[in-house]
């Protein structure tokens, strides 16, 4: 079964600091990665979509990285902003007929 | 604009009571999801649905049952069975998995 490890499980950063969030799967058969993020008490909200087949995306100041045949993702946020302050999920995508797998998630904290 | 409604927001349920939780979505997918989310815990698939009349069960579907009569519909009823329902529910659907998944709001059901 798909293991999904995200590291740091929490960061606390003020703001405008440039930070890395890390995610590992153990199974390199999928189709892409989506990042998430998920305020308290909500669902779960899009930030980026990456194909197997990409290495990076880039919206706004956020850039997602995927080398699928180590197993690792990474979530570059530029210059946070108190507004970034969520858990962030990154469940790997294997196909319509698996469920999304998730970890824990990296819950962020940006400070004013 | 097209997304995935859940409802209600919040369900208190009674011992020994089955609950219906709704979902129902506007974006022409074929394929839903229940997931189901606990604290310090990642979410959890509970049933799938690929097609109309058609679902499989996820990782932990006992205590649940779902239908899906309709494309833009997807219902799970928390049965009496279910020994601890008190939880955090969120809906998934996707087009195909190269276009990502969206997910509602989700609803948060408390027994009393």
């Known amino acids: 079964k798909q293991e999904v490890t995200q590291i740091p499980a929490a960061l606390s950063v003020p703001e405008g600091e440039n930070l890395v969030l890390n995610c590992s799967f153990t199974d390199s058969a999928i189709y892409n990665l989506q990042w998430f993020r998920q305020d308290p008490g909500k669902g779960l909200t899009s930030l980026l979509l990456i194909q197997s087949s990409q290495r990076e995306q880039t919206s706004g100041r956020l850039n997602a990285s995927l080398d699928k045949s180590s197993g690792r993702s990474t979530l570059y946020i530029a210059a946070s902003q108190p507004g970034d302050s969520a858990t962030y999920l990154c469940?790997?995508?294997?196909?319509?007929?698996?469920?999304?797998?998730f970890g824990k998630g990296t819950s962020l904290l940006v400070t004013p | 604009d097209g997304g995935i409604t859940q409802s209600p927001k919040y369900l208190f349920r009674k011992e020994g009571q089955n609950v219906t939780l709704s979902c129902e979505q506007n974006l022409n997918h074929d394929a839903m999801y229940w997931y189901r989310q606990d604290p310090g815990q990642g979410l959890r698939l509970i049933y799938y649905?690929?097609?109309?009349?058609?679902?499989q069960k996820g990782d932990i579907a006992e205590g649940y049952s779902v239908s899906r009569e309709k494309k833009e519909s997807f219902p799970l009823t928390v049965t009496s069975a279910q020994k601890n329902p008190t939880a955090f529910y969120l809906c998934?659907?996707?087009?195909?998995?190269?276009?990502?998944?969206?997910f509602g709001s989700g609803t948060r059901l408390t027994v009393v």
């Open positions: 998934a659907s996707t087009l195909r998995s190269e276009y990502g998944y969206t």
């Open positions: 649905s690929q097609i109309v009349n058609d679902f």
């Open positions: 469940p790997p995508v294997r196909g319509v007929g698996y469920a999304l797998n």
